[in-house]
């Protein structure tokens, strides 16, 4: 029904589903972080589960829309090459390993892409 409101109706976006998950899956204490536009109907985020678990959460809006043009340019002109842009590629369950490898700037890591039973090379 939420989804139906959200798409039809436009009285609601998104989906509460991946923020629900991410509240599950970080540790107490930890920080959540929510980049993009992102509208989940506020009734069904387990903010039970985040307040008990003294999370904090940071949020920011991607302007996407206003740098695209831009990135194609550089895309056409050869200035950037998707394919480089990641460095490392490797299944979901390598996401801590990848982000100390990067935090720690080590073999070259600059970004990551984690793949739900994805590849395992970087």
Known sequence: ???ALGIYAKL???SPQALNTAIHATKKGGTISVIGAYGPP???VDIGTFMNKA???RTGQ???KRYM???FEHIQAGCIRPSEVFTHRGPLEKAPEFYR??????DGCIKCA???NGPSVH
Do not use: I, N, W
């Open 69 to 71: 043009p831009r990135l």
């Open 55 to 57: 999370q904090t959460m």
């Open 12 to 14: 609601e976006a998104g």
């Open 1 to 3: 029904m939420h989804r």
């Open 42 to 44: 506020f009734t069904g």
């Open 62 to 64: 991607a302007s996407v």
């Open 114 to 116: 984690l793949f739900p």
């Open 101 to 106: 490898t990067m935090a720690r700037k080590q």
